[in-house]
């Protein structure tokens, strides 16, 4: 029965939060409620024993010029995020991330992981997290600069999976190596196995001090066909989400062998100016006489704050973090994105298109942010939503949100 999957999901979250919970319990002290950047947290005076919630709230709408294809103006509840978060014993910490946007529960990261390895330099974790690949996939909602990562990382990074990894770093370098099977939401097989997956990623940083660091990075994830089942599919929405049109789609590609992720990642940031770019290539092996299939994608971006605030690095985690803005008006955030996206190479013709986007942001403080965004995407004849839609539609939106954090 269907139901049977959902049930041991539910019964391995219950698992996780009675582990945390039985934790907690057996600390030697009380816990003590605290703020820590606009977040309230109960700890132990000892350090041993913390957790807290953690929510997000997305409110988002877009309005469309349309070309050659009619798309639906809206709003929608993109996120609605509530997350139990615990340290135990000082070196265990347990995540428990859930989405109940459009009406959906949807488990995002679920795990435990232990963090006292390589003397406390390193980690192993075990559950549904983002796999190491990429540097704007690896960067959390909350701290994200565009409503919507690329149109290249939507449509080929593989996001979050089952698995484990282990991750060691230092001040000026990370490196992270798991094994992923599926999906969270692909919990049965019948006759065929779950495909396995191995992801790596290596970051080194330099030049950084308080508002300064030059971040470079490279992935590569080796991957099957989930289930055993020789199909493939790559697609991706032209950079927004209150619409579902996804233009460019190969649809169902057969006869995979396997196929290989590979991606590079620069940022800089010198005070208010923080400049960012990715590039991923895909290299599909397909059987017998048919040919391998080369798709990629890219962007680069600027920003520029306009008051004296800056983007926080996070080394550890090799991603950047949450803004607190230095003065009580918030800080102010112009931003500019240029993203292309290639799937279409020998007999598979999913499309080719590139966006370009102008934004400016307000970070009204630490828990309330407003984004703003023009954006003009230029889809060729193939990108057609595999011949539902009319090709070379190149049409503009206006999009914006309201994120709230908590």
Known sequence: MKPRGNQLLWVATALLLATIAAGTAGAATPLHASSEDGYLVFGSDDGQFKWWLD??????GAFFIEDKNPLGDGVQLRRARLSFKAILWGDWYAEWDVDFAEEIVGMKDTYLRYDNLFDRQGYVRVGNFREPFGLEENTSSRNIQFQERSQATDGFVPGRKMGIEVARFAPCYRVAMGVFGPDVTEYETEADDMAWNVTGRLNANFLRDEDTVLHLGVAASRRQPQFDSGRLRFRTRNEYHVNNYK?????????VDGYDLLGGEAAFVDGRLRLQG?????NVDRAGALDDLDFGGWYASASYFLTDDSHPYEWKDAEFGRLVPQGRRGAVETLVRYSAVDMSDADVHGGES??????????????????????????DADANAKGAL????????????????F
Do not use: P
């Not at 929510?55 to 988002?60: A, F, P, Q």
């Not at 233009?247 to 006869?255: A, E, M």
């Not at 990715?278 to 895909?282: F, K, R, S």
């Not at 009319?390 to 954090?405: A, H």
């Open 247 to 255: 233009y460019v789609d190969t649809d169902n590609i057969s006869s």
């Open 278 to 282: 990715e590039v991923i290539d895909v």
């Open 354 to 379: 590139t966006a370009l986007t102008l934004g400016v942001n307000w970070h009204a403080n630490a828990n309330i942010r407003f984004y703003n965004s023009l954006v003009l995407v230029d889809n």
């Open 55 to 60: 929510g997000r709230i997305n409110l988002d």
């Open 390 to 405: 009319v090709g070379d539609d190149d049409f503009r939106f206006y999009q914006c949100r309201v994120l709230i954090m």
